[in-house]
């Protein structure tokens, strides 16, 4: 079974057109974490929540917030999106942060198309 | 320059194969990750290695610290094997941070 489950899989939008994807995770793990992917390039961390605790990236744009109303769901809007913001979003978990016994668990990801 | 270098990018292989992928990272670490990522697919996560080495089926994957340096092997390699292997590291010192590699895409012909 599925243990972080990424909503929608595909996502179209418009330019300018806000959007929010959203992520949950039946693991109980106090870490979730938001990367964009780009093809063909590694993905990249856009920010983390540690509890509650919202921790953003220093070259992550305005544009891009979250939310992470309960310890299950946790959702990235991305408020005017722009044509290069079309990229994979991965949601990921982990029970802890820091230490190295930490795995990750990633989401299928969802596809967002900007046009 | 990307703190963290995999090679090779592109690896083609026949069934049966054995096939090496590498890693080497210039960056103070606490563990390496190896993650497959199958095409329009999410990341799972193959091993986590903070020293030596794991075996995990037909996958074994290898670390030196001291060269800053990671191998993950395939045996008997199978077209289902055919994905993007990505390393990704924990800094130290940067608490969760961690740092990914561009991928290796493996595709492992019948």
């Known amino acids: 079974d599925a243990m972080v489950i990424q909503n929608p899989r595909y996502q179209v939008t418009q330019f300018g057109k806000p959007v929010t994807l959203s992520c949950s995770q039946t693991?109980?793990?106090?870490?979730m974490y938001w990367y964009q992917q780009k093809s063909s390039q590694a993905p990249k961390l856009l920010f983390h929540?540690?509890?509650?605790?919202?921790?953003n990236e220093a070259d992550t744009p305005d544009n891009f917030q979250s939310r992470r109303p309960n310890t299950s769901f946790c959702f990235l809007d991305i408020r005017s999106p722009g044509l290069g913001d079309t990229a994979m979003y991965l949601c990921?978990?982990?029970?802890?942060?820091?230490?190295?016994?930490?795995?990750?668990?990633f989401g299928s990801g969802t596809q967002l198309s900007v046009l | 320059k990307n703190e963290v270098e995999q090679s090779p990018q592109n690896l083609t292989a026949q069934e049966g194969e054995f096939i090496t992928i590498n890693c080497s990272y210039s960056?103070?670490?606490?563990?390496l990750h190896w993650l497959q990522q199958h095409p329009g697919g999410g990341i799972v996560s193959l091993f986590m290695?903070?020293?030596g080495k794991k075996k995990h089926g037909r996958l074994i994957a290898t670390i030196n610290i001291q060269e800053k340096h990671s191998s993950l092997h395939i045996t008997a390699s199978h077209p289902r094997d055919s994905a993007v292997y990505i390393c990704?590291?924990?800094?130290?010192?940067?608490?969760?941070?961690?740092?990914f590699g561009t991928g290796t895409s493996l595709t492992v012909i019948p």
């Open positions: 990921a978990t982990s029970r802890d942060r820091g230490a190295t016994n930490e795995k990750l668990f």
């Open positions: 960056v103070g670490i606490s563990a």
């Open positions: 990704a590291v924990i800094r130290v010192n940067t608490g969760n941070q961690f740092y």
């Open positions: 929540y540690y509890d509650k605790d919202f921790n």
């Open positions: 693991l109980n793990h106090n870490v």
């Open positions: 290695l903070s020293s």
